[in-house]
Every structure is written in structure tokens, then in C-alpha cells.
């Protein structure tokens, strides 16, 4: 275990390093047409789905899901070594305006969670979504919009988030991601 303890130290001290590449900075809502979801679900394998919504109506361009292997076990605060392989398989080659990462984005410990890891690895603006806070977070780095945890992901910030988010809500959660939710559970939308 203090090998595996040592191996994270040594990442987290990279995921530090790496939350000051994290550019944020307004951009222009009304020049968004599509919004792209992500989520992966587990079993034997990860199963990771993307799906493609128009904005701000959110009606369904595309989907897709990949199976792969669980490339790494669920550790607190290190999810993104868990979900950044099936995520970019099921991104692979999409394209969208913004992209909803079902995880934290800044509103992390070392401020560098899931979405910024995988917006800074596609150079595109991403949203970090969660369904709740992690310890340690100052208030400042997510906002609550209905019951979703929004943050910063990468190239955007958090007004742009917040309202980006906002038109999507379905029961208090952006349709995006529940849709990329069920489809990586049960395989179809």
C-alpha cells in the first residue's frame, strides 16, 4: 500500500502543476450550437458514452459507447486516472462546442479534477458536473445549479458554466449527461 501511496503523492504533485494550465475565461453563449456529455459506468468493463445534444434545446445528434478494460481502481480525488481512457475512446473524433464532464473540474482538492484533465487534454472547453462537493473545496470554485455541482473544466469560466448548464436542467440535472448516464448503463438512449 505505501508504494501505491507514494506512486499517487507523486501524481498529485502533477495534478498541481497541471491546475495552473487550466485557462479560464468567459465565452460567447450565443455562439454555441452543440453541447457534448460524457459518463462512464462500470461492470466487468467501463463502459463510457458520449452524446451529442443542440443547444440549448438539447435534442440528440449523435451517441455513442465503447467498452474497454477498467484501466485503474476508483481512488478518491483521483478519479480522472479512473475515467480519462474510456472518456477519450468515446470522444474520439467528436466534435461540439462544450463538452459536460460527469465529474469536478476546478471544485477539486488540488484544483485539477476529471474535467479539467480531459479539457486541457482536448484543448476544448469543458464543464465539470458533479452530484456533489468534495471536501476541502472553497465555495468559490463550483456554483449549484438545481442539484448539479458545476466547476470549471478548461477554457471557460464559471458564469459561462453556470449558464451554459442552466437551460439544460431536466429535474434539476443537465438532460446531457443523464442521457450519457443511461446510455452507458443500459447501452441505448
Not at 495552473?20 to 450550437?33: A, F, L, S, Y
Not at 440549448?56 to 476508483?74: G, M, Q, S
Not at 487534454?121 to 448539479?148: C, E, M, P, Y
Amino acid at each position: 500500500m505505501s508504494e501505491l501511496n507514494e506512486k499517487l503523492g507523486r501524481i498529485a504533485e502533477v495534478q498541481a502543476k497541471l491546475a495552473r494550465r487550466i485557462v479560464e475565461r468567459p465565452i460567447p453563449i450565443g455562439e454555441i450550437q452543440t453541447v457534448g456529455a460524457v459518463d462512464v459506468s462500470y461492470g466487468d468493463t467501463a463502459r463510457a458514452a458520449f452524446v451529442l445534444c443542440s443547444y440549448p434545446d438539447c435534442e440528440v445528434l449523435k451517441a455513442r459507447v465503447i467498452e474497454t478494460e477498467v484501466p485503474f481502481p476508483y481512488v478518491s480525488t483521483f478519479f480522472f486516472l479512473r475515467e480519462t481512457r474510456p472518456i477519450l475512446l468515446a470522444a474520439k473524433g467528436e466534435g461540439f462546442d462544450v463538452l459536460l464532464v460527469e465529474g469536478h473540474g476546478k471544485a477539486h482538492p488540488r484544483g485539477y479534477g476529471l474535467a479539467s484533465h480531459i479539457g486541457l487534454l482536448l484543448g476544448k472547453s469543458t464543464i465539470g458536473v458533479a452530484k456533489k462537493s468534495l471536501k476541502g473545496v472553497a465555495g468559490d470554485k463550483f456554483r449549484r445549479v438545481g442539484k448539479a455541482y458545476v466547476s470549471v473544466g478548461h477554457l471557460i469560466d464559471l458564469e459561462s458554466a453556470v449558464r451554459i448548464v442552466e437551460p439544460l436542467l431536466e429535474n434539476g440535472y443537465p438532460a446531457p449527461l443523464r442521457l450519457a448516464d443511461r446510455l452507458s448503463k443500459r447501452g441505448s438512449l
